[in-house]
């Protein structure tokens, strides 16, 4: 066995992390053997760009055939291999890591292999030849990406040209564009913006920030595997809940700054209906995509519940009030992209009306991201434009003097 892995020692050459992953021993000069892996029915090699395979070298004793490990169910074909196998795998062929065993694993046969990963270029696909598990919107015929089981390979996507680059490239500028918007407020001398007020716009900012950085991660590593996918596509809503729950918050703390009551009230109110979205959105069946409609009305009932703060402060304060100082008319807006982003969404539009034609831009979830980004910037315009006119009317006794001044002078 010593003799062996000595031998080995001599051969060995180091691979990049990369696409697939396996164990294999080293080439030698003599005859090679191909070995395909095949990982039970979570793997479909139909998409793959020429052949990924491992390399078995003719060293290979019998015992150290035994001992080396295959992926869990995996079926090893063993098939001959030309003179040009390495030009046929169009891979990058650098360092990763080495399993050798020492003395002790040794007397336990342990395996003599190294951990082979491809770097290997891909191809996008039609629909009909991706997995179940990433057949989400049958009319984008074209251009998507085949599964990626590596991470560095799906974040290197990014910079590649397929169904997703819109999704992933829309939610990354606004990520990062809010993330910048959030240290430059957060970051105000307290002489400018109190602590309580950085809070209440904290929250809104967190709900922006996880809710597109959520969204942009999701779409980069969907199709890394089926439980990775699943996975980031309930943090994915979930991110949407929080967006949702940001919003709310400053507009009820500022629209009732001086009715401690109905401010918990409604406060109290959202966080419940946040949880409850929530416990949906880790929900299995809740991401399957025969569950759109649903996932669309869910959020858009959870964003009209706002309707029944704005009816309080319209009895109690007045339409001059809602319109002017609780700066009614950007919500509407605000509503009214959001609502528009989600329908267009549910019922897949452009793309169902003309298949095929809209698989790289301007598909609906494009479209979706581009609302939920202006939503989000009409909403902080609203937030700040209603906070700076009720805290120029000084503290909630001062409004009261005020008012009761008023009153007595009428």
């Known amino acids: ?99 050798l065993p020492n003395e002790e694993n040794a007397k336990r046969k342990s395996r003599v292999a190294v951990r082979r990963i491809w770097e290997a270029r891909w191809k996008a696909t039609n629909f009909e030849l991706l997995p179940e598990w990433l057949q989400d919107n049958e009319y984008l015929r074209t251009g998507h990406r085949p599964p990626l089981p590596s991470f560095g390979s799906c974040f290197k996507s990014i910079f590649s040209l397929h169904t997703e680059t819109g999704n992933i490239w829309t939610h990354m500028y606004g990520c990062v564009a809010f993330i910048g918007a959030a240290a430059w407020f957060l970051t105000r001398p307290s002489t400018l913006v109190q602590l309580e007020d950085k809070i209440v716009f904290g929250t809104y900012f967190i709900g922006a920030v996880a809710c597109l950085g959520l969204s942009f991660a999701f779409h980069t590593v969907q199709c890394h595997s089926h439980g990775v996918g699943k996975l980031f596509n309930k943090l994915d809503y979930t991110g949407i809940t929080l967006l949702i729950f940001g919003s709310f918050i400053p507009w009820i703390y500022y629209g009732f700054y001086c009715r401690l009551v109905p401010m918990i009230l409604y406060s109290t109110m959202i966080s419940i209906l946040a949880i409850a979205a929530i416990v949906v959105s880790l929900w299995d069946k809740f991401v399957q995509p025969r569950y759109r409609p649903f996932r669309a009305i869910i959020f858009i009932a959870m964003g009209l519940s706002s309707v029944v703060p704005a009816f309080d402060i319209l009895i109690n304060n007045g339409l001059t009030y809602l319109l002017n100082e609780a ?42 991201h581009m609302f939920v980004i202006a939503a989000a910037l009409v909403h902080f315009y609203g937030i700040s434009t209603t906070a700076v006119k009720r805290l120029e009317q000084g503290s909630c006794d001062e409004q009261m003097l005020e008012q009761y001044a008023n009153e007595d002078e009428s």
């Open 1 to 99: 066995m010593r003799d062996s892995v000595s031998e080995a020692r001599k051969l060995i050459r180091k691979f990049n992390r990369g696409h697939r992953r396996a164990f294999s021993v080293p080439n030698a000069s003599a005859d090679r053997l191909r070995m395909a892996v095949v990982e039970g029915n979570n793997f479909s090699i139909s998409h793959l760009p020429k052949k990924l395979c491992f390399m078995i070298s003719a060293i290979c004793t019998e015992e150290l055939k035994k001992t080396v490990t295959y992926i869990s169910n995996g079926l090893p074909i063993l098939v001959p291999v030309s003179e040009d196998d390495d030009a046929d795998l169009n891979v990058k062929i650098n360092e990763d890591e080495i399993v």
């Open 327 to 368: 700066s009614l008319f950007w919500f509407i807006l605000m509503g009214f992209l959001y609502i528009t982003g989600a329908v267009l969404y549910a019922t897949r539009t452009p793309e169902k009306c003309f298949p095929g034609k809209f698989d790289l831009w301007l598909q609906s979830h494009q479209l979706f």
